[in-house]
């Protein structure tokens, strides 16, 4: 067997290191499961940053019920609202947690829910607006484990 | 879809010193009491302290519709005052047969000599909503529950029950809930073994449970063989736990990890 | 019948912002845990949540295994006028679970 020199390392690396900065501005979803549910519901429209405030806990001491609430900036009119709103998990086996459709007569495009989070991740909201564009916002919490989980 | 995790922590506390039974009665100074809500997140606070958000009062309705269909309305006129108390009576003898009852022992008793009913089984659905929908009625109140002499031998069984080591772990509740209480283990922090928020809505069970599946779950975790659900073993440690809990505030439906 | 909690204002005036909050008991089974044999249990969660005022939709939501048991949803819509609302979960089994509650609006 070859042994691999050091030069050759750096030389591969380099690549990955080049390969990685060329990558699409939706990098942000590391997790292709992810970024493949993400695909499959808004397709490869770029997501800008923003409008979206999603508040998850910095620490989660169970992972079967972490609150969540989220709030899209939005008129709520006729003519500009929210349409839906969606929220994915890094780490769930299913990654679209839940999706939230409003409408003009939502008035204000809030929720609060409960969620499951299997284990210490980013969670990310992204809204659809009534023109079609995305916006998302992330947050990470840190579900601990806990001492004494019997089934 | 969250695995459980084994129990890694609780094998290190095993070497603790343990307590001799007739030292004390309670391993917790008065002034040391604290409710199982301080050793939460403040997240789950809120989700307990949120009068429409607290998943136990689910219950705490289909309690009160059992109560009000079930037959109970009829000798008990007034269930927002005439349960104030319920949090500091029970668990009780029985004036009739002698036997202590808790409080699902007393809404048995209720329908076997009242509604010739049939018992509702412990941990049903039914008998815990009924349960929590009268013990919703203490919330907020302060528990003061008195050993009577008559009494007096069930709280030295649930005390020595207390003190007694069991299962693979060879570990005691007292191990745990007095002497290591607020220390960390694993991601929680230990608490004093409180059951003043009981019935209560544990994130792990993801419902609703008693104080006695409570202590079925921490036998379990110590690899014990656990006495059944109501029985005479859980009925006493159930009269030291309340009584060990005096000074606290009755949150059932609370929520607990 | 499933248990259901819903929440309405009492004293909305027309033209306000309100919150709406409904809570249904259900175990939201995620169809990824084992009971003690060691056997899957079937998944069987409600998969989608529909609140209407009178015959509009104001709101509505899919859910997957990731929603939390006995989903709690708190939402909002521009009261207008006096109606009623419709709260309705379907299970994946495709029963329906509806609970109706009544929107008095001052004028």
Known sequence: M????????????????????????????????MRKSIRDMFGDKPIQDGRVTLTIPTLSENGYSVSMNVEV?????????????????????????????????????????????????????????????????????????????VL | MIRAFGIIGIALLAGCSEKP??????????????????????????????????????????????????????????????????????PALDPQSGKLINLEGRINLCRTRHQSLPELPYESDDLLALTTFVKSRARGGTIDY?????????????????????????LSCNQCHDENAGAKMRGDTVSQGHINGFPAYRNDWQTLGSSHRRFE???????????????????????????RGNGLTSESPAIRR | MRNI????????????VIELKAMIRHDMESGYRV????????????????????????FSADFHPGVSAN????????????????FEWTEQTGQIFTKTAALAVLE
Request: net charge negative; proline share 5%.
């Open chain 1, 2 to 33: 070859t042994p691999i020199k050091r030069r050759d390392v750096l030389r591969i690396s380099g690549g990955v290191a080049v390969s990685l900065t060329l990558l699409p501005k939706s990098a942000w979803a590391d997790e292709p499961a």
């Open chain 1, 73 to 149: 900036e939005s008129p709520m009119t006729e003519n500009d609202y929210v349409t839906k709103l969606a929220i994915f998990s890094e780490r769930n086996p299913i990654p679209l947690i839940a999706a939230y459709h409003f409408t003009p007569a939502s008035g204000r495009a809030r929720i609060a829910s409960n969620i499951r989070l299997g284990g210490t991740q980013n969670v990310h909201a992204i809204a659809q607006m009534s023109d079609g564009s995305l916006w998302r916002a992330s947050a990470k919490t840190f579900v601990t484990l806990a001492a004494c989980v």
């Open chain 2, 21 to 90: 039974v007739d030292e004390a009665a309670f391993g917790i100074a008065p002034e040391n009491i604290r409710s199982g809500y301080e050793f939460l997140t403040a997240e789950t606070q809120a989700l307990q302290n949120d009068d429409f958000a607290n998943p136990g009062l689910l219950w705490v309705q289909t309690g009160q519709g059992l109560f009000q269909d079930g037959g109970c309305a009829a000798c008990h006129n007034d269930p927002g005052t005439e349960f104030r108390s319920v949090a500091s009576t029970f």
């Open chain 2, 146 to 170: 008195q050993i009577t002499d008559a009494l007096q031998p069930h709280f030295a069984a649930g005390q020595n029950y207390f003190y007694s080591k069991r299962g693979q772990f060879n």
């Open chain 2, 217 to 243: 779950a921490c036998d379990i975790a110590v690899r014990a063989d656990p006495p059944a659900l109501g029985s005479q073993t859980y009925l006493d440690l159930e009269v030291y736990l309340t009584a």
């Open chain 3, 5 to 16: 909690r819903l929440s309405v204002p009492d004293n909305a005036k027309s033209g306000d």
């Open chain 3, 35 to 58: 009971n003690i044999q060691g056997q899957t249990i079937a998944r069987n969660i409600l998969t989608f949540f529909e609140c209407r005022f009178d015959d509009n939709v104001i």
């Open chain 3, 71 to 86: 989903p709690l949803l708190k939402f909002h819509m521009r009261a207008q006028k006096s109606g009623t609302l419709t």
